[in-house]
């Protein structure tokens, strides 16, 4: 079931491959054009190119790509402005990129990234997440520290959001209203 979407941080959480990213799509499609859609991912194969273009073919022309792979914050902040509802698709992918080009600042830029959810007035903003902590140790140390940061990142934003829902099999269930 979905509500009425209202202005704040709603934070979707889930596991790969769960529905997240089009029930985010959905939540903010009850809102006229334009929309927001910041894409943190970066094409470094053909794998990731055909998922972003069977990602873009979905959502269609009502919504407009930012692309965003490093500073979000800085993007949310331009695009807050214009108070018109943002998707984020990724955190985890923004993540990944921020802890390969530079670990020793992750967890500043996760708090910068949370710092600027807690002191903005926004539009609606969608932001989507990956569970990573529900499976295996994994075994090798970037990986158990990718873990742990996505643990942590996801912890700071469900605090800072209004919203929290956590998608399973497709199905949504709201952790925090």
Known sequence: MMSRLSSGLHLVIGGARSGKSRYAEKLLEVFPPPRYYVATARILDDEMANRVKLHKERRGSDWTTIEAPFDLP?????????????LVDCITMWLTNVL???EQEVM?????????FRKMDLPPVVCVT???????????????????VAGICNQMLADVAKTVTWIVAGIPVRIKS
């Open 100 to 102: 390969l080009s530079n």
């Open 130 to 148: 990956n569970e990573v902590g529900l499976g295996i140790v994994p075994e090798n140390t970037l990986a158990r520290q990718f873990r742990d």
């Open 108 to 116: 500043k830029e996760v708090e910068n990234l949370c710092n600027f």
């Open 74 to 86: 800085g993007t949310l902040r331009e695009l807050c402005r214009e108070l018109k509802p943002i």
